[in-house]
């Protein structure tokens, strides 16, 4: 039976105010939830910027809770947690899934927030008429049911969801009727140009059969309200799914009622019309050309980027079974790949065992990965660093060559994820979805 929303809104007053991006509220009686709070600055290394920057400072005021989908920047956004003043993180509590190296639980305990790990697929109560259910994505992703009395709103952010079965899998541990659905709408990666139509597609394929499997009263495309803000991927944006491509597709392909909301509005579960939202999107969409768009910040030398490679392959072996590395390099799963440093103009080769050095071909080969220096020596520098520039995509590779490159450097972001490649480790791994979303990152499965 569809809920009476006139009865929830009279007893439990609920509201959704939008934010930007990824981020809304829900407020309930005493409780006031911010969801993925990134609402200003630059994420991803200079790579992404929110198509528009809004004051939220009256939304935002007396939060009681925040909940992080993940760790991404666009997501748990640093910058926010340090500008809430010190005396009030005492009566916010954090909300995120349990982890095994606890370090985002370890960051907030120390700036003075509350801290709630929730664990997956098991609903806890965080209010007498509000619980939450999470569901972990991997790598790093999770998706949240918030339910309020009988009414519930999913949020699956932009968790990889191109495998059915994932989607069925949600399906199956909430067992419920969804109400609202957050989900997004566009592309988050590098792409080249000739597949980005395609992709952008795709994603909306996505939400087809997100609403198919799912069977959400209403819909609400988020989570893509950025524009790939550096001229090294500037070129990102040509093919980009805006809001109205959306709402038109979710209008004829889709059961569910599209909401569109802009920032700061507030819905109350009501059917509403879109046409203002949708204006105040389109209007930013058409002058994306001429926004602001960052540049290389600093020029590293050969030197410089050797060093910090040593320091890179260092930390592996530090933290890795050697001889499980030097054997899975030799049954070439850490594939060496040739990287072009473009703004000092040097081709470089790589593995994992010896680190950088510079190419002694005289004919360099097709194939390589085309990068600055900046951008190497933040992969080189931070754990998240391959995941990173995949998503800003400031580089230029073929697709083909750039899953080389991903085999190459995988292992790093599995230790960003508290998992290490050694004898005593191997119950971390044994999640299905883990190893199937790992194959597919690996390119030894289709991830769909």
């Not at 409780?31 to 991803?44: R, T």
């Not at 790990?117 to 939450?132: A, H, R, S």
């Amino acid at each position: 039976m569809k809920p009476d929303y006139s009865q929830i809104s009279k007893i439990e007053n609920p509201e959704i105010i939008f934010l930007n991006h990824a981020s809304f509220i829900i407020k309930m009686n005493d409780i006031k939830i911010i969801i993925d709070p990134y609402l200003y600055g630059s994420a991803f290394n200079n790579g992404w910027n929110l198509l528009k920057e809004i004051d939220h400072t009256n939304e935002i005021k007396d939060i009681t809770h925040i909940f992080y989908t993940h760790e991404h920047p666009d997501h748990f956004s640093i910058p926010f947690l340090k500008k809430i003043e010190p005396d009030i993180r005492k009566n916010i509590t954090i909300l995120y899934q349990e982890t095994y190296d606890k370090r985002v639980k370890i960051f907030c305990e120390s700036m003075g927030f509350k801290f709630k790990e929730i664990k997956d697929g098991v609903e806890q109560k965080i209010d007498n008429q509000l619980n939450v259910l999470i569901g972990k994505v991997p790598f790093f992703d999770s998706w949240i049911n918030f339910k309020i009395n009988e009414f519930n709103i999913l949020n699956v952010n932009d968790c990889v969801l191109e495998n059915p079965k994932l989607v069925f899998d949600i399906k199956k541990k909430l067992n419920r009727k969804i109400d609202v659905l957050f989900t997004q709408f566009s592309y988050a990666n590098f792409i080249e140009t000739g597949n980005q139509k395609n992709v952008a597609l795709q994603q909306l394929e996505n939400i087809k059969q997100q609403d198919k499997i799912l069977c959400p009263s209403y819909l609400i495309p988020f989570a893509s309200f950025i524009y790939f803000s550096h001229k090294e991927n500037k070129f990102m944006n040509e093919n980009i799914n805006s809001i109205r491509e959306a709402y038109d597709f979710i209008k004829i392909n889709c059961k569910a009622k599209p909401v569109i909301l802009k920032p700061n509005e507030c819905w109350d579960f009501k059917e509403k019309q879109n046409e203002a939202s949708l204006q105040f999107w389109d209007n930013l969409y058409q002058n994306i050309e001429n926004f602001n768009y960052h540049s290389v910040i600093k020029k590293f030398d050969i030197n410089e980027i050797i060093k910090e490679s040593t320091e890179y392959v260092k930390r592996i072996k530090k933290k890795n079974n050697r001889f499980l590395i030097y054997l899975l390099h030799y049954l070439n799963f850490f594939p060496s790949i040739t990287i072009y440093v473009s703004d000092i103009d040097e081709y470089l080769e790589f593995n994992i065992l010896k680190g950088l050095k510079i190419s002694s071909n005289k004919i360099i080969s097709k194939k390589f990965i085309s990068l600055s220096s900046e951008s190497l020596i933040f992969v080189l520098k931070y754990e998240f660093g391959l995941d990173t520039l995949l998503v800003n995509a400031r580089l230029k590779c073929d697709e083909n060559y750039l899953k080389t490159v991903t085999k190459c450097l995988f292992i790093a972001s599995l230790n960003n994820t508290g998992r290490y490649i050694g004898f005593t480790h191997f119950s971390k791994y044994l999640n299905v979805n883990f190893l199937y979303r790992g194959l597919e990152k690996l390119y030894l499965k289709k991830d769909y």
